[in-house]
């Protein structure tokens, strides 16, 4: 098993949101009360190249939280064969894609045409889902989010959480 960083995401918002990228906000999502500051970001990838989990932690935890205080919230939906986690004030903001590469197959006909939040579906894909993206297994997009490849593709995976008092303090999508 290893460890890929996928660097730092700056919740502001007090809500940390995880979904499929692909999802909007009507076709359902998890939003989770949140500490606010910097969370630190990976992935794990097994033996067969992989991803097996996404994990955030906020910064003033210790990674290793143990089980004790870890509880199942729910399971989450895939469906592009991808999981983020992001700020709530940025999820699905088309304006922070700006600038970021878009895939070939994200034609400007399908930008304009679809609604609202598909350049920043788009910038999630260029990080996990392109030829140019191969090997990189997720990605950290503007500190205000993270994505990756969920593992074994679509399907609705175990969401954990840790929490001090009412709010999230570590969270874990296990594929």
Not at 122 to 145: H, I, P, R, Y
Request: hydrophobic residues 35%.
């Amino acid at each position: 098993m290893s460890i890929k960083r996928l660097g730092i995401v700056k919740v502001t918002s007090g809500i940390l949101v995880i979904s499929d990228p692909c999802y909007s906000k009507s076709a359902g999502y998890d939003e989770l009360p949140a500490v606010n500051g910097n969370w630190k970001a990976h992935v794990s990838i097994g033996n067969q190249g992989r991803v097996s989990s996404l994990t955030l932690v906020h910064a003033t935890e210790h990674p290793d939280m143990g089980s004790s205080a870890k509880e199942r919230l729910t399971f989450v939906g895939v469906d592009s064969g991808q999981m983020s986690a992001f700020d709530s004030s940025a999820y699905r903001k088309d304006k922070l894609a700006e600038g970021m590469t878009q895939p070939s197959w994200m034609t400007s006909k399908r930008l304009r045409e679809e609604p609202k939040g598909e350049k920043f579906y788009g910038a999630c894909c260029a990080l996990t889902c392109t030829d140019d993206s191969k090997g990189l297994k997720g990605g950290n997009f503007k500190e205000v989010g993270v994505v990756c490849e969920s593992g074994w593709g679509d399907g609705s995976y175990p969401l954990y959480v840790w929490k001090k008092g009412n709010k999230v303090v570590k969270v874990q999508v296990k594929f």
